[in-house]
């Protein structure tokens, strides 16, 4: 047994100074199993497509959260209400997102741990329950907007033929037959992601050609940080264009995908290469994201900004469109959603751009769902340690996503769930600061990370975005209670849980801030410190690792 605890704990490391963890050292406790993408070696030191293409497929998993139906929706709206005065919020937020991005798959990538997994072992058990059900909550939220934006397409390629409930079972059933495609090797689900991706990109770039917007109104919108002549609902739309772009379980996911490569941990150049890697593809994958995200913008920016309703029945009374009875005959201004987007494009542009529009929704739908589905694997093995097997993980992350989805879409009408998406972005930019904080308190933490923490400039940056992210959303929280206000009873329980966020978020915070102070600091090594945020944060590395470590029960394992 001493020289199993002498394998384990003196694992070697890049530099025996200051040890960087990796997946043999202590702050493992699960084997990983799954076979891994290997990463070809070259003798140049220089850049390599080759490697860029082994490192390829994460980047572009996590790249479809921001082309679900939720964003999708987004960004038809943004069009609709500022036409396209608000591009350049789209850019920042996905700019700020790959930030974010960015420091999910370093955390991935240097210590073999994906975020839930450093959650489970960083923080005290409340605040880390209720950082999981808060993440469970966005899935939740991300999983309703999927699986009912991929329900609608079904029903607008049918002819109103399959219902959305029936819709959903079919969502469901054909989700999990994609997944059991990695048994035939991860490459090949990867391939069926970027099949996915060409087919949005095909039917969104289809609409953009037909419909023809302004393309020097386009470049204005993106270059110029302001919205002038804006309405109220403008100011709120771009709240919502944050929410939808930047999801909270998308960081989660990220830091789980990069662990299907090979990568050295031992081997600091390793480690370089590959968070290199990793930054540009992910840098390529949001840039294809952020191409289609502006195109819908600019379609609907060009075709339905300041329509009224009784406009658009014109326009589909003219083409004699079955589904033109959607639209009210009144001059209040339209409101949209994928459906009625859908609607508009066939009156407008023939029934043709409405089927493609359906299959890009389709597509976009599809494998925001499989993504989703990844997702709550992680986060629920992570935060609670599960060390089910894949089938069951599976099935019962899928269940606790689409059983309230399902139950929505059988007792609730069509425009009805349509117009559920600001609220389900709304509750997701809620849970922004459970993602954005532990990522950031991580990858700046020495102990954990090594010389790969991050930088002053890394810490000041995505510090700012946090405060921002919560700043909006205690804003949209205190806008959302005065005006919906219904009740003592509901006023009773927003208070509440607004207590419990605020508290929670000066939680993590301050976790945060403990995790970035150096080892002589008294801070760290204060009882009540160690008592009620965690010991872990209070240790250098060499104790942290003999703490989080176990010895294997068997040869297996070992």
């Not at 709206?77 to 850019?91: D, E, F, I, P």
């Not at 089927?355 to 990844?374: E, H, K, N, R, V």
């Not at 629920?380 to 060390?387: D, I």
Request: neutral net charge; proline residues 3%.
């Amino acid at each position: 047994m001493p020289g199993i605890t002498s394998l384990l704990i003196n694992e070697p490391t890049m530099d025996d100074s200051h040890p960087i963890p990796n997946e043999l050292t202590g702050l493992s406790k699960k084997s990983e199993k799954e076979l891994k993408v290997q990463i070809p070696e070259s003798n140049s030191s220089g850049f390599s497509f080759q490697k860029l293409w082994a490192f390829t497929g994460p980047g572009f998993l996590m790249s479809i959260a921001y082309l679900d139906p939720g964003n999708i929706e987004s960004d038809l709206q943004s069009g609709t209400t500022a036409r396209y005065k608000l591009l350049w919020v789209l850019m920042s937020a996905t700019i700020l997102g790959l930030v974010m991005q960015r420091l999910s798959a370093r955390l991935g990538v240097v210590t073999g741990l994906h975020l839930a997994d450093m959650c489970y072992r960083q923080y005290r058990r409340v605040p880390r329950l209720f950082v999981w059900l808060m993440m469970e909550v966005a899935i939740i939220g991300s999983d309703m907007q999927e699986v009912i934006g991929t329900s609608i397409a079904i029903y607008l390629l049918s002819n109103k033929m399959i219902p959305l409930w029936v819709g959903v079972l079919i969502t469901v059933i054909d989700t999990l037959s994609f997944l059991m495609l990695d048994k035939y090797g991860l490459r090949k689900l990867e391939l069926v992601f970027g099949f996915f991706i060409v087919v949005m990109s095909i039917s969104f770039g289809y609409e953009f050609a037909v419909v023809k917007p302004e393309i020097k109104e386009m470049f204005q919108g993106l270059v110029t940080p302001w919205c002038s002549d804006c309405k109220h609902s403008a100011l709120l739309q771009a709240i919502g264009i944050v929410g939808a772009i930047i999801m909270p379980h998308n960081l989660y996911l990220h830091s789980g995908l990069v662990k299907s490569r090979e990568v050295d941990r031992t081997k600091k150049d390793k480690l370089r290469e590959a968070n290199f890697y990793f930054f540009i593809e992910s840098c390529v994958a949001l840039f294809v994201s952020f191409v289609i995200n502006v195109c819908v913008v600019s379609v609907f920016a060009h075709g339905l900004y300041d329509k009224t309703n009784k406009d658009v029945l014109e326009i589909c009374t003219n083409s004699n469109n079955s589904y033109k009875d959607i639209f009210t005959n009144n001059t209040e201004l339209v409101e949209v959603d994928i459906f009625k987007g859908g609607v508009f494009l066939g009156c407008q542009f023939g029934i043709g751009a409405m089927y493609i529009w359906a299959i890009g929704i389709l597509a976009a739908g599809q494998s925001s769902t499989m993504t989703g589905c990844y997702a709550g694997q992680f986060v629920m093995e992570g935060f609670l340690n599960l060390q089910w097997s894949r089938w069951k993980r599976v099935g019962f992350t899928r269940l606790v996503a689409i059983a309230p989805t399902f139950y929505v879409a059988f007792f609730s009408d069509i425009n009805e769930l349509s117009g559920m998406n600001d609220l389900l972005n709304a509750v997701m930019s809620l849970q922004l600061p459970f993602a954005t904080l532990p990522v950031i308190a991580f990858t700046s933490n020495p102990r954990i990370m090594g010389e790969f923490t991050n930088g002053f400039g890394n810490i000041i940056t995505t510090i700012v975005l946090s405060v921002v992210i919560i700043s909006i959303n205690v804003f949209f929280v205190i806008y959302q209670t005065i005006n919906n206000l219904t009740s003592n009873w509901y006023l009773i329980g927003v208070i509440a849980y607004s207590t419990i966020y605020l508290l929670m978020c000066a939680y993590l915070t301050l976790h945060l801030v403990i995790s970035m102070l150096s080892d002589s600091s008294r801070l760290r090594s204060n009882p009540f410190v160690i008592k009620f945020i965690g010991p872990q944060i209070g240790q250098n590395f060499s104790q942290h690792m003999q703490t989080n470590s176990t010895l294997p029960r068997n040869a297996e394992e070992l």
